[in-house]
């Protein structure tokens, strides 16, 4: 027997008009004007039965089933509830035990890698340097973990800065109320009564509770798994959980037969998904982990999609691992066959191992993406995937809508007229009703309006007129309406949306107070009038009202037809005075501005225009409708503006410039945006926009401005060039090395070496590069766009790794002739082990830049002394106290005075060498 059973045709009818008597007690509470005005998976269980159950219930049946009521909970019940649910958070990213934390960082193939090194070494009786090696493992995945743990609180309080909230209806005490005597409620009355009234409050998601009433409205998440209690011309993308591309419609009727498949019930909606357009208020029956969404999110929670930097990583990670594959078998053959030591070849070759792994790269790259994010939330771009730093850095074309960025977010109501041109207050009037009484999203235009606070005392909306039912918007519509009462009980459908559309459903316009037939010539009018104003900059808005005959309860969309156009609202949108400022050090830095907006050409152009924005030619939305993919993909390379676009049309755009190999970012905060911001490769929003949005940015922005945005970009490619830095060291020092070692141990009667002070000289080497990321970035690295670029790092390997054999084989020849190192095998490896730790720590700073180090570029404070410390204790090794356990010797001095010579050496040719692949190739 199906769950459904329980529901009948009886409870049906009678939850029709529970759910007509509580949707209009909500809306009193819920809407201006009337009342207390305020400010195709399956579930299993528990969660489906009660889901699929209450989808039965009548209105007033499901809050009572939910000891709540049409007021709303109170705030003692709401804390009660959150202490009994827990908050209303799904396992996005659950956090894992500190020890959990260092397992995945111990595992790393790295480290792994040098574990088993370490137990060879101790197998085999090399204790010291068994200790070595696991004391390099120790700091790698300490110093790892910790500044992974730093980043993950910073990243969770800059998280914290973005909140996202939801309207919703609960009661309050009020304090200064009279409570009732004991005397006037009887004998047994007990304790005086606590008053409360409902009021709407912004409440941050995590903290809903069920029985909890919200508001939903256009651009809104559904924050929860939510019954309708009522509901408006309401649309709903499931996409996240269906896979369906169109949006459903959503009524607030009780199910006569609920079925087994909570999904396909059209008065329930679920967390995850969002409304596209209509209004609702609903009644909050699961959270968090309870919720679909939340029972998916526990068996779906995965590693995230890796950009193409960390395949890149991964790839020279790799890399790295199968050149020591094939380095330490010869190097060990080769010491065997020549030498006839075995053991000592085999303990050399594993220190030589350990020399080639880049142990250090996870420590870099986690401690510049907790740099980067700190340093970006300081300039108020908050990032809340830490990795997508990497991305942002690699913009090299930014899509923007025009409301916000390249104008001032802040829309005045300049001209209010009639067909003629004419100031007409009538226009006003019914534009401020529309606005006022509207429950939806109120964008700029509607703030606008508003803000003409003359008109309520005018009008007393409150106290003239009652709001009856509305029609909200839509993109298809591109009009909203709103039917009110006015004296003696005449319904009048007020409408307000895009000249063309309200012309459309209009057969009489009113001028002067005298109606006539619209005819085509009308139309060439206003038109004519409205391109005019666009041209200057304005934005057009038609009105048009029409009296009902027969009043009744509801309306719908069919209603609007055969009105009145009553005239037209102009509103100006200046441009920033930093946008044109902030566009040219966009491109500058090598990031083309791309315009995708919903408005209309003429305004566009003239904004464009004002912010020095070239434009030669508007694509429209309908141009872009009519192309196939391969035709979009050449127009979005060359159009720099697109108008009049519907969201899947912005987001068409951004895949054709994927297409082309573009990275792509996209700036936006509507409600239209939400496609675009998840196809870009960073999504960009701001902290004012709607929850769509916000939820599917990648950054946010503190400040609606491309001026923030761009130093987060700068931000970012400092991120990705210091992580560069560490892999072009590594990759060439690994390449030279191989040379150097292959080499000596071919010619050398003994291991060119010591194993021990190979193990000493990489985590001196690892210790100097700890402070990469507080380098400095040079002014021309940040003004291209930066990508993972293997063929880079490849001309540094081959071009830089053998020029430091070219010194480690003069230095050999310096032993052998002056100081008879071919005899003295401690002295030939001591001053080896210092030579090499000071040209492999110095020559960071040449490879750094591609500029003259220290005279044309200077490095940061930290890197510079950690640079110093290490170079100081690498010569004062051999003389101090831990030299008979390194197996090292005192080196003579004029060998250390021949050293710098050598170094100035390897430096000067290595400047020389990667100039020319500056100049020739363009690297850096």
């Known amino acids: 027997m199906k769950t459904a059973g329980i529901c009948t045709a009886g409870i049906r009818t009678r939850g029709e008009n529970m759910e007509r008597k509580v949707g209009d007690t ?234 087994d498949n909570a999904l396909e019930l059209n008065n329930l909606c679920f967390m995850g998904t969002n409304v596209v357009s209509g209004t609702a208020i609903a009644l909050v029956v699961t959270t968090g982990t309870q919720t679909y969404f939340g029972s998916l999110a526990k068996t779906l929670v995965s590693e995230r999609v890796q950009t193409s930097f960390d395949r890149g990583v991964h790839r020279f990670t790799w890399l790295m691992i199968r050149f020591m594959l094939v380095m330490v078998p010869l190097v060990f053959l080769i010491n065997g066959l020549t030498k006839g030591d075995w053991f000592e070849a085999l303990m050399f070759a594993l220190a030589v191992a350990v020399g080639l792994t880049p142990e250090m790269l996870p420590v870099i790259v986690t401690m510049n993406l907790a740099k980067g994010a700190l340093a970006m939330s300081r300039k108020k771009v908050i990032v809340k995937r830490l990795h997508s730093i990497q991305n942002f850095g690699a913009i090299d074309v930014l899509c923007t809508d025009k409301t916000g960025t ?37 964008n700029l235009l509607d703030v606008a309006v508003l803000e003409r606070v003359e008109m309520y005392a005018d009008l007393h909306p409150e106290r003239n007129y009652r709001k009856v039912d509305e029609i909200p918007f839509d993109f298809q519509r591109r009009r909203m309406s709103v039917v009110v009462e006015e004296e003696h009980a005449r319904h009048l459908l007020i409408c307000k949306g895009a000249v063309e559309e309200i012309f459309s459903i209009c057969s009489h316009a009113e001028v002067d107070g005298h109606r006539k037939p619209l005819v085509p010539e009308d139309l060439a009018r206003l038109q004519e009038v409205t391109q005019a104003l666009n041209q200057d900059g304005f934005r057009v808005i038609a009105v048009a009202f029409k009296e009902i005959v027969e009043p009744r309860r509801e309306y719908a969309v069919v209603d609007e037809s055969d009105m009145v156009l009553l005239g037209y609202i102009a509103f100006l949108d200046p441009p920033k005075e930093s946008a044109g400022q902030a566009i040219a050090k966009l491109r500058e830095h090598g990031i083309k501005v791309k315009v995708l907006t919903g408005d209309n050409d003429a305004v566009t152009r003239k904004i464009c225009a004002q912010v020095g924005l070239e434009v030669e030619h508007i694509v429209l939305g309908r141009d872009v409708e009519a192309m196939n993919d391969e035709a979009l993909t050449d127009v979005a390379e060359g159009a720099a503006v697109f108008a009049k676009l519907s969201p899947e049309q912005k987001a068409r755009v951004i895949r054709a410039l994927h297409s082309r190999g573009h990275v792509v970012g996209f700036l936006g905060d509507g409600i239209n945006d939400g496609a675009a911001l998840k196809t870009a490769d960073v999504g960009i929003s701001v902290d004012t926009a709607v929850d769509i949005a916000k939820e599917s940015a990648d950054i946010i922005l503190l400040e609606k401005s491309l001026m923030v945005l761009e130093e987060g970009v700068l931000e970012g490619r400092k991120v990705f060039g210091n992580i560069v830095k560490y892999i072009k060291m590594g990759a060439s020092s690994n390449f030279g090395n191989m040379f150097s070692v292959l080499g000596a141990s071919i010619f050398l009667p003994f291991v060119p070496m010591a194993p021990i002070q190979v193990l000493v000289n990489n985590l001196l080497y690892d210790f100097s590069q700890t402070a990469i ?93 950690t640079t110093l410390l290490i170079c100081l204790i690498g010569i004062w090794l051999p003389f101090s106290v831990f030299a008979h356990g390194f197996q090292m010797v005192p080196v003579p001095v004029s060998f250390l005075l021949l050293m710098p010579l050598v170094m100035l050496g390897y430096i000067v040719l290595t400047q020389w060498a990667k100039g020319r692949l500056v100049r020739r190739f363009g690297l850096n």
């Open 26 to 259: 909500l809306l009193n509470v819920f809407s201006p004007g009337r009342g207390a005005r305020v400010g195709s998976e399956r579930l299993s269980g528990q969660v489906s039965t009660r889901l699929l159950e209450v989808s039965c219930r009548g209105a007033q049946e499901a809050l009572d089933e939910f000891r709540t009521s049409i007021q709303g909970l109170t705030a003692p019940e709401a804390v009660e509830r959150l202490e009994q649910y827990g908050h209303n958070t799904v396992a996005r990213e659950k956090k894992k035990h500190w020890l959990a934390q260092l397992f995945v960082r111990v595992r790393n193939p790295l480290n792994v890698l040098l574990i088993v090194l370490s137990v060879m070494s101790l197998v085999t009786g090399d204790t010291t340097g068994a200790g070595i090696i696991a004391l390099m493992v120790v700091v790698a995945v300490t110093l790892a973990w910790f500044q992974e743990a730093r980043s993950s609180r910073a990243a969770e309080k800059l998280r914290a800065m973005v909140t996202t909230t939801a309207t919703v209806l609960r009661q309050e005490l009020v304090e200064d109320a009279i409570p009732v005597p004991d005397d006037a409620r009887g004998d047994a009355a007990g304790p005086p009564e606590l008053l409360f009234r409902p009021v709407r409050q912004q409440v941050p998601l995590d903290e809903l509770v069920p029985g909890d009433l919200v508001q939903l409205s256009a651009g809104d998440m559904i924050p929860a798994d939510v019954r309708l209690l009522s509901a408006k011309d309401l649309f709903i993308n499931q996409s996240a959980l269906t896979g369906e591309s169109l949006p459903v419609e959503k009524f607030a009727t009780a199910m006569e037969q609920a079925g």
């Open 773 to 865: 990321p507080t380098d400095h970035v040079d002014p021309e690295y940040l003004r291209q766009p930066r990508k993972w670029d293997l063929k880079n790092i490849g001309w540094y390997m081959v071009v830089i790794g053998p020029l430091s054999s070219v010194f480690d084989y003069i230095t050999f020849g310096i032993l052998i002739l002056i100081y008879d190192g071919w005899h003295n095998a401690p002295l030939f490896q001591t001053a080896w082990f210092v030579e090499s730790i000071l040209t492999q720590t110095l020559i960071v700073h040449v490879i750094r830049t591609a500029k003259v180090p220290f005279v044309q570029s200077r490095p940061s404070w930290a890197l510079a002394g």
């Open 406 to 442: 390249l104008t001032q977010d802040k829309v005045f109501l300049e001209k209010h007229v009639d067909l003629n041109g004419n100031d007409n207050e009538q226009v006003l009037e019914l534009a401020f009703l529309n606005s006022y009484y509207q429950s939806g999203l109120r």
